[in-house]
Each structure stands twice: as structure tokens, then as C-alpha cells.
């Protein structure tokens, strides 16, 4: 079942536009209800698809299906489709044993924290947006031209990515016959690689079935941002106040409930990150919120403490 979730944060529904949704459309089948465009809202079963593989032995068909996931590419929200891969690989799931107790014993291989894309992906989006910006800029004028001509010798580009909230530079060069390649890349990039633009402006860079959304660098933006969310307690995603657990005044220590949000037919509770002294309760119960709303506020002598 490949569910809008997130395994990241104890597999909370996801919600948001499906903006990339290309499904495998062999050796297995496929049952789902949206299509690419769609929006998996807080109202309904967050399921994107059902995807079934037929084999003669288990061993074969988790492996069918797995090669079938990979293929798969998901942008615009989060899902289970890495996990899926992770899960289907492991040898205790192949063989059978496994038991209520199986995603806890094996978190760490299946719930990796997320890495940073490895060179060759973010030269793929480079390479994306490279050519992105040439067919925007198509002329018969060499002048006008976005493609790095030069009458003599190759061109360089640099292109800024935002990784893990630090500046990653690609380096380009376009030749003189009008191809594109990637400076002091240790493997071959293919400049047809699977990338798409989505409306944030953001890049999406899909390799077997994980996928990366990358951020251009903005020279103009805020430098700093620390702490911004230190001072606070935000929605997970949309969804109505059940409970509000706390009011301002009160002192909590980490890990204490302060509200229990209701979405997709499941109740979860917010907790403090951190010992903190409640500023302000910015919810009431019965009040519809959406992703990133502030639940509550911490003082922020108290946040800085922490």
C-alpha cells in the first residue's frame, strides 16, 4: 500500500499536491483512485496506490515488487514509497518471519535519517535547470542565447543548491558542440536525469524511488533563521484541535502534551521539544488549522535556556 505518510515522523499522513506522480505500469498491477494533479487532503484515506506483484515464490514477488517501486517517482508530499523498497529487501520480511515487532527490531535500516543527495543528483537538477532556462530563452541569435556559446573554448556555470541549510555549489561546462557536463563529478551524470520543477520553485530529483527536493540558493533571503522554531510549537500538517493542554503561564518539561490535533481520522498529540514556559495559546479546541500554524508559544528567555 503506497500511503501519502511520512516514516520520517512516525508515519503522520501527508498532505499537498501530487505535482510528480508516475506509477510502474509493468510486470505489476497497479489499483489506485488520483492521478498526477491531485491533492490528498486531511479529509480522506491518504492511499496514493495499491501496487500487486504475482510470482511463484514470495522471495521472487517482493523482488518484483520492489523493482517496481523503485521506478515509481512521488513529489508534492510525502510517502512510504523508500520504506516500502527498504522494507521488501529485507531478508527477515522475504522469508516470512516477520511480526508486529518487525519495524521497531529494524528502524534503523528502514527509517534512515534522510541523506543528502549524493553529487550526481544535484548535478541532474543543475543539468535540469541548465536546459529549463536555454528552451525559456530559445532564440536564432547567438547573442541572445542561454546556452553558453562562446566563438572560442567552453563555458562555465555555477549553479547554488541549499542543502541541509548550507550552500552547495555544481559546477557546469558547457562545450563547444552544445553539450553540457558536470566539473570533478567521479561518476558520469546523465543530462537527461529525472527532475521536475514544482510550483515552489523548488527542484525534485527522483533516484530509485527516493526522492530529493532541492532549493536553489537565494543570495537576497534571510541569513538567519535560528532558533525561529525553537520559540514555538507548530501543525504537522492541516488538520482541527481536538484538546489544548496547556495555558499560558504554565511551565512544561520536554516531552510534556500540549495539544492533540485530529486529521485523516486519527488523533495526534503535540509534545514540547524542550523544557519551556508557555507564552501564548494560539488554538482553541474545535478550530481547523493548517500545516505550519502556530499551536503554541514558548517565552523566549525559556527557549533560549533550552
Not at 522475504?94 to 534512515?112: K, N, S, W
Not at 527522483?206 to 537576497?220: A, H, K, N, Q
Request: net charge negative; hydrophobic share 40%.
Amino acid at each position: 500500500r503506497l500511503y501519502a505518510e511520512d516514516p520520517q515522523h512516525d508515519f503522520l499522513p501527508s498532505t499537498g499536491t501530487l505535482e510528480r506522480l508516475h506509477l510502474p505500469e509493468t510486470l505489476v498491477r497497479v489499483d489506485s483512485g488520483v492521478r498526477e494533479g491531485d491533492s490528498v487532503t486531511p479529509f480522506y484515506d491518504p492511499m496514493i496506490a495499491k501496487v500487486i506483484a504475482h510470482a511463484d515464490t514470495r522471495e521472487a514477488a517482493a523482488a518484483k515488487l520492489a523493482h517496481a517501486l523503485e521506478a515509481t517517482q512521488i513529489a508534492g508530499l510525502r510517502s512510504n514509497n523508500a520504506f516500502l523498497i527498504r522494507a521488501l529487501k529485507q531478508p527477515e520480511f522475504v522469508a516470512g518471519d516477520i511480526d508486529t515487532g518487525f519495524i521497531p527490531r529494524h528502524q534503523a535500516e528502514l527509517i534512515p535519517p534522510k541523506a543528502e543527495p549524493p553529487l550526481q543528483l544535484l548535478g541532474q537538477a543543475a543539468m535540469f535547470l541548465v536546459r529549463e532556462c536555454e528552451r525559456a530563452h530559445r532564440s536564432n541569435d547567438p547573442w541572445d542565447r542561454a546556452d553558453g556559446f562562446r566563438l572560442v573554448g567552453d563555458a562555465r556555470q555555477t549553479v547554488d543548491f541549499v542543502i541541509g541549510g548550507k550552500r552547495r555549489s555544481v559546477q557546469l561546462m558547457h562545450r563547444h558542440d552544445g553539450s553540457l557536463e558536470m566539473m570533478d563529478a567521479k561518476a558520469a551524470v546523465s543530462p537527461h536525469g529525472n527532475a521536475v520543477r514544482m510550483k515552489s520553485g523548488d527542484i525534485a530529483v527522483f533516484e530509485r524511488g527516493e526522492t530529493w527536493v532541492l532549493s536553489l540558493y537565494d543570495p537576497f533571503a534571510a541569513a538567519d533563521e535560528q532558533g525561529s522554531s525553537a520559540d514555538r510549537v507548530t501543525a504537522p500538517m492541516p488538520g482541527k484541535v481536538i484538546q489544548v493542554l496547556v495555558r499560558p503561564g504554565e511551565t512544561v518539561k520536554r516531552g510534556a502534551p500540549l495539544a492533540v490535533l485530529e486529521a485523516m481520522k486519527m488523533e495526534h498529540t503535540l509534545a514540547a521539544s524542550a523544557d519551556a514556559l508557555i507564552a501564548t495559546v494560539d488554538v482553541s479546541p474545535g478550530d481547523q488549522v493548517n500545516e505550519g500554524a502556530v499551536i503554541v508559544g514558548f517565552a523566549k528567555e525559556n527557549s533560549e535556556a533550552a
